[in-house]
């Protein structure tokens, strides 16, 4: 119940203050399961990525969080859901598929860890066997401006402006045992591919 009440007044905060605006939500299926994939650069990106999507979304965050006292409650009310670190987790793969059973929409950072605004890593193959496993569509994602707003160190963000793009979605068909370790690489590159081709469709459409 808290995400749907925290979600209009946090949108309109977003809006007011960073000026949020999204493109290509209705490449967002609006039912059904689904999972989109984003680049990562700040502690922003889940809220922003969350307050643009058309759908109630579930996150994967690092188990460490949900260790704070209080906090740990309130992620967890959000739709937060742990992870490790290394992404090996079992558990954390069962949930998730739990999830897409359910018809939710997920939302996964397939580098795993913040990157540096207008580069991005290389995406770990977990994310990969997520897709393939659950037969999900797959929606790539690219915020920008959310490591502009709230740089290393400060607590509040800035009036900078953030932008979060939609593509269209993707989906991926399982292979044999014998080469699903290499499918599960090749379809996170392929991720990363869809989510580079929305960083550049974004700063060439704003001059970058």
């Known amino acids: ?96 598929l739990k999830l897409l059973g359910e018809n939710r929409a997920i939302l996964l950072f397939p580098e795993g860890t913040r990157g540096v605004e207008g580069r991005l890593g290389e995406g770990k193959p977990g994310a990969g066997m997520l897709a393939v496993l659950s037969g999900a569509p797959v929606v790539p994602v690219y915020v920008s401006g959310t490591a502009r707003a709230l740089p290393p160190g400060r607590a509040i963000p800035r009036p900078v402006r953030v932008s979060v793009s939609f593509g269209p979605a993707l989906v991926f068909k399982s292979v044999g045992d014998e080469r699903r370790k290499e499918r599960y690489r090749e379809v996170t590159e392929e991720m990363m591919r869809a989510i580079a081709q929305l960083m550049a469709q974004r700063h060439h459409a704003v001059g970058v």
């Open 1 to 96: 119940m808290l995400y749907p009440l925290a979600k209009v007044p946090a949108v309109a905060l977003m809006r007011l203050v960073c000026r949020l605006r999204a493109y290509g939500r209705e490449h967002v299926p609006a039912e059904g399961p689904v999972l989109l994939v984003s680049n990562h650069v700040s502690v922003l990106d889940p809220p922003f990525i969350g307050g643009a999507c058309p759908r109630e979304l579930y996150f994967l965050a690092k188990e460490e969080l949900f260790d704070v006292p209080l906090f740990g409650r309130f992620i967890w009310a959000l739709n937060a859901r742990p992870v490790k670190r290394d992404g090996s987790d079992g558990r954390a793969l069962k949930m998730a």
